[in-house]
């Protein structure tokens, strides 16, 4: 079954960068993009961007361009996003997703988030 | 880039009643690019509908979706304890290739 998990809970300062980790299984993970959505506390859900695992491209969502950096690891099937320049309203839960088999376009596959928070 | 609105912002019901949630679009959207979910506290989002119509797998028939255009409807015909929770739309548009999400509504026990 697919499985996404995530790296654990991260303490930043303001101004430092965070880099979470999404370990992939039950699939080939070069097959599918894998996206980042964000969740601050108490409020909605915020695309941030994808990568593909097979090439590496990316594309990020405007408000995070020179911001977000989308990497991957295919020898250990591991995506990862770093924020860099951290404010306190980066403070979220980040997510990886993965979109199904039978749309592009719908998050069947989550992690199970990791909390990031920015505190002096 | 398409903006999407959710309403009510909060709804409150009992078990048994009918839930209807509405998501409206500032542009047209296509309905093959139209999901649904619902996410409980702690917890991610879980797919409930996608193509606006189509339940995705192990989803009760209870909930369906419906709509075209700018306007679409999420029902819950039968509201069970496990359903109190936020529902979210979300859109895929294509130009440039971007993922929206609605702002969410809050389903909560009367």
């Known amino acids: 079954q697919v499985q996404l998990v995530q790296s654990g809970a991260e303490v930043k300062k303001p101004g430092a960068s965070v880099k979470v980790s999404c370990k992939a299984s039950g699939y080939t993970f070069t097959g599918y993009y894998m996206h980042w959505v964000r969740q601050a506390p108490g409020q909605g859900l915020e695309w941030m961007g994808w990568?593909?695992?097979?090439?590496?491209?990316?594309n990020y969502a405007q408000k995070f361009q020179g911001w977000v950096t989308m990497t991957r690891d295919t020898s250990i099937s591991t995506a990862y996003m770093e924020l860099s320049r951290l404010r306190s309203d980066d403070t979220a839960v980040y997510y990886c997703?993965?979109?199904?088999?039978?749309?592009?376009?719908?998050?069947?596959?989550w992690g199970q988030g990791t909390l990031v928070t920015v505190s002096s | 880039e398409i903006v999407l609105t959710q309403s009510p912002g909060t709804l409150s019901l009992s078990p048994g009643e009918r839930a209807t949630l509405s998501c409206r679009a500032s542009q047209s959207v296509s309905s093959s690019y139209l999901a649904w979910y619902q996410q409980k506290p702690g917890q991610a989002p879980r797919l409930l509908i996608y193509?606006?119509?189509s339940r995705a797998t192990g989803i009760p028939d209870r909930f369906s979706g419906s709509g075209s255009g700018t306007d679409f409807t999420l029902t819950i015909s039968r509201l069970e304890p496990e359903d109190f929770a936020v529902y979210y739309c979300?859109?895929?548009?294509?130009?440039?290739?971007?993922?929206?999400f609605g702002q969410g509504t809050k389903l909560e026990i009367k």
């Open positions: 997703a993965r979109v199904a088999e039978y749309s592009g376009y719908d998050f069947v596959y």
């Open positions: 193509g606006a119509s």
């Open positions: 990568i593909n695992p097979n090439s590496g491209g990316t």
């Open positions: 979300q859109q895929y548009g294509s130009s440039p290739p971007t993922y929206t």
